[in-house]
């Protein structure tokens, strides 16, 4: 009896070293592909798919899930990459699974981010946050918690909060001192993002001080031809356009550009700094080139990014029609009120989502005008509900010299007084009302307030084009600029001519710049 207990006893423990082992194995296999996913993504997927045939728990699953998910999104494939995340948080425990689902939660927090939907987002970063704190192994808690700084540090970026940007990004970094071996590529990932903030306030000593660090740390954790290179040389880029090295920004754009394992929003932005660096050296046809590339891809990015959105939103709805049937009582009571509201918000958000798309399609065509040199008008049902012709005879030689007067005087920047009326205008061309208002009618297809409210339009337009602190305005003041007298008047005429509201409009231009830059 005391021989097969002592077998028992020997047997035990071999059987919990031999399961420790090969735990041990496979979460050495999770955080070193978590690294190798940024310079060879397709073998880390190979890797994930081991886990994942060979796991013995819903959490050895998961973690390979998760694995497969950031191959995915380095690949570009962000709709296989998201549905892998829903998968793996499906099959965790939020009850004791922390580490992971914290994990799971903030990537799907940054790409709700990614693709706008903000208030979702918001909410997943609070779990992960209520996830992290519940964290006790120490390794698996800073890692936790330094992702979630990093990425909060993004999003405050994102919003241009430089200040609170820096604070979650150092606090990530301070963190992030203790596991630099196990996981570098999120090290040289802070590096990179705190790089971009310090370029962003413009301290440009310490961008390229956090810029060569993630070089550095490239080589030594042997990351060379990873998409995290082709970040730091697109940031290395961008202080030497700054510094106006215009010869070694190209250099590493291109540079970045040849590293396969790009992400295509990123191509996006390395293509414009690119194209912006040859418009700086008046190299036309370089700048086009290269500018139609990161025309025709950024549409591409956007199309993914649609489709990203609405399968986020369904798995959504799906987790939300979940958490209704799991208590039955609960869906009785209220279940129909979520139901009515979440429908009226998806419906909302369809509508303003489709709205938004075609005012973009408008502004993309009002910008195109102007690229083309071409006038914006007001559209030809409001011309014709103008006055017609009063059929005033004005000799040919007094006709053409007024028509001459009024062309040079669209060169001016007079019609944005707004004192400017008929008389006024007929006073400064050294004509008559009747004469100048026929010749506007006759030679501009158009009655006088129109005439002058194209003006105003196409000259503020142009000057939130070339000086871009107009985009900080009021809409009030950029009212005044043109020569309206309330903001109201400016709004309507501003949306009759281009088809979209001031405010909107700025809202793109900015999009558009920030993307250019």
Request: aromatic share 10%; glycine share 4%.
């Amino acid at each position: 009896m005391k021989v097969f207990l002592y077998f028992f006893i020997a047997l035990f423990f071999n059987s919990v070293g031999v399961f420790c082992q090969e735990a041990a194995e496979s979460d050495f296999l999770f955080f070193k592909n978590l690294n190798t996913v940024y310079k060879n993504p397709s073998q880390a997927e190979r890797v994930a798919e081991y886990l994942y045939k060979n796991a013995n728990t819903q959490l050895e699953k998961a973690e390979a899930l998760y694995l497969l998910s950031e191959g995915k999104k380095r690949q570009g494939d962000y709709i296989e990459s998201i549905e892998n995340l829903f998968k793996a948080k499906g099959l965790v425990n939020p009850s004791k699974d922390h580490f992971l689902n914290s994990l799971l939660l903030v990537s799907i927090a940054e790409r709700c981010q990614m693709t706008g939907i903000n208030d979702i987002s918001e909410e997943y970063f609070r779990k992960a946050t209520r996830q992290v704190n519940m964290i006790r192994q120490k390794e698996e808690l800073i890692i936790a918690s330094a992702f979630l700084l990093f990425e909060q540090s993004k999003k405050s970026l994102s919003k241009d909060s430089i200040a609170t940007a820096k604070q979650f990004a150092k606090s990530s970094e301070n963190k992030l001192e203790d596991v630099k071996t196990i996981v570098p590529a999120l090290v040289i990932k802070n590096y990179v993002l705190q790089g971009k903030i310090h370029l962003t306030d413009k301290v440009l000593d310490s961008a390229t001080r956090y810029f060569n660090k993630s070089l550095d740390l490239i080589t030594t954790a042997g990351l060379e031809g990873s998409s995290l290179e082709a970040e730091t040389l697109k940031g290395i880029g961008e202080v030497q356009f700054v510094t106006s090295n215009f010869e070694g920004a190209k250099a590493n754009f291109k540079k970045a550009l040849n590293i396969p394992i790009t992400e295509a929003p990123l191509r996006v932005t390395i293509l414009r700094n690119l194209s912006n660096v040859y418009k700086a050296q008046d190299s036309i046809e370089a700048y086009q080139t290269y500018y139609r590339e990161s025309s025709t891809l950024n549409a591409s990015v956007l199309t993914s990014e649609r489709k990203l959105r609405n399968t986020i939103i369904s798995h959504i709805e799906a987790e939300q029609e979940g958490a209704i049937h799991s208590d039955k009582r609960s869906y009785y009571y209220i279940g129909g009120i979520i139901a009515l509201v979440l429908l009226v918000s998806l419906i909302g958000y369809y509508f303003y989502n489709k709205q938004l798309e075609k005012e973009y399609r408008q502004f993309e065509k009002v910008i195109k005008q102007l690229e083309n040199k071409e006038k914006l008008e007001a559209p030809k049902k409001v011309q014709q509900e103008n006055e017609g012709s009063k059929g005033i005879t004005i000799p040919k030689e007094t006709e053409n010299a007024i028509l001459q007067r009024l062309e040079d005087f669209e060169t001016t920047t007079k019609y944005t007084s707004q004192n400017m009326s008929l008389p006024v205008l007929a006073k400064q061309l050294d004509t008559n009302t009747k004469y100048i208002s026929e010749i506007i009618h006759t030679h501009k297809n158009k009655n006088f307030n129109t005439y002058i409210n194209e003006l105003r339009i196409n000259h503020i337009i142009q000057l939130m084009k070339e000086d871009k602190k107009y985009l900080n305005y009021k809409v009030s003041y950029l009212a005044e600029e043109s020569g309206f007298s309330s903001h109201s008047a400016f709004t309507v005429v501003f949306k009759s001519i281009t088809g979209i509201t001031p405010k909107q409009f700025v809202s793109f231009l900015k999009k558009d710049d920030k993307v250019a830059s």
